[in-house]
């Protein structure tokens, strides 16, 4: 069987699949976003993911040990939260829908020399860089939403890429370097599909 989950902005879904696609059972759980009085901020709890996830897969019949056959996650974004080297958010994640990033992503598409929004991953990066130092220097990985859910069940660290034409979308090392950004901060890519680790 696969668990698949998926982490949408107020809503977690798990399913529990057969190998033909099959649908054996569904759960879902409400998730939050935090509230702001800047019209253009909006944030989530990383942990609330989590927790999101733990609550709906109780509700789910699991197989015994050994009959789990793959874990898929997928979710919002771009969504970005910084996590520290023991894997806990230092910060709320900036979700897709959060456009503070303007200058950022101003910089960074002058940069890329192509046009990248305010709600990309890296702008929000560079505005935890530009903006929250503190957190910055603090942060061993950047991770998306889905990417940090991977993390929590399996301890690696990536990006998930839809199709490799979508790197310009996200980083690479020289850019990040030219951002004065460390580029071990930022998870190597996986194309959908592509095995991560093992919960």
């Known amino acids: 069987m696969i668990l698949a989950v998926d982490v949408g902005t107020t809503l977690l879904k798990a399913g529990l699949f057969m190998p033909d696609g099959s649908l054996v059972a569904r759960a879902e759980a409400p998730l939050a976003l935090e509230s702001h009085a800047d019209p253009l901020w909006h944030e989530s709890d990383a942990r609330a993911w ?3 996830l733990a609550a709906a897969v109780r509700e789910l019949p699991l197989p015994a040990a050994g009959g789990l056959d793959a874990v898929v996650a997928s979710g919002n974004g771009p969504t970005l939260v910084p996590v520290d080297p023991a894997g806990q958010p230092l910060a709320p994640a900036l979700t897709w829908m959060d456009r503070r990033c303007v200058e950022e992503a101003r910089i960074v598409s002058g940069k890329r020399g192509t046009p990248i929004d305010p709600t990309f991953s890296l702008p929000k990066a560079l505005w935890f860089f530009r903006n929250r130092p503190a957190i910055y220097a603090k942060a061993a990985r950047f991770y998306g939403c889905p990417e940090y859910v991977a993390m929590v069940l399996c301890g ?3 990006t998930f890429l839809p199709t490799p034409e979508y790197t310009r979308y996200y980083w690479d090392e020289p850019l990040v370097r030219d951002l004065g950004m460390d580029p071990a901060k930022f998870p190597g890519f996986l194309l959908s599909g592509e ?5």
Do not use: H, L, N, Y
């Open 156 to 158: 690696e660290a990536a």
């Open 195 to 199: 095995v991560m680790g093992r919960v």
């Open 50 to 52: 989590i927790r999101a």
